[in-house]
Nanobody, 123 residues
Framework: QVQLVESGGELVQAGGSLRLSCAASGLTFSMYAMGWFRQAPGKEREFVAA????????YYADSVKGRFTISRDNAKNTVYLQMNTLKPEDTAVYYC????????????????WGQGTQVTVSS
């Protein structure tokens, strides 16, 4: 059974930093591209960042480019999202997702999803 478990979300002040983690089990992690998505209250879920199965390629939403960094450790079956210079508009539930093969930005291609972790940025 595939499980993705996110952690690291919390309340932080604007300008602060957080690192989210997503631990995967039940799949050959190194063969899966990983993505981070988020959903703010009253809004649709949106793409944040994605990383290829080896970590050589990364993709970012324009809204987080230059502030967020996605990375992975295949030895630990874990993907990370380092978030710096956080803004109130980054407040959302953050989800990690896994997709076999190459990384893409569309959520419809991701098969496995975590339960989400809440990030709240106060102004």
């Amino acid at each position: 059974q595939v499980q993705l478990v996110e952690s690291g979300g919390e309340l932080v002040q604007a300008g602060g930093s957080l690192r989210l983690s997503c631990a995967a089990s039940g799949l050959t992690f190194s063969m899966y591209a990983m993505g981070w998505f988020r959903q703010a209250p009253g809004k649709e879920r949106e793409f944040v960042a994605a990383i290829s199965w080896k970590g050589g390629n990364t993709y970012y939403a324009d809204s987080v480019k230059g502030r967020f960094t996605i990375s992975r450790d295949n030895a630990k079956n874990t993907v990370y999202l380092q978030m710096n210079t956080l803004k109130p508009e980054d407040t959302a539930v953050y989800y990690c997702a896994a997709k076999y093969g190459s990384a893409v930005t569309s959520e419809v291609n991701y098969r496995y999803w975590g339960q989400g972790t809440q990030v709240t940025v106060s102004s």
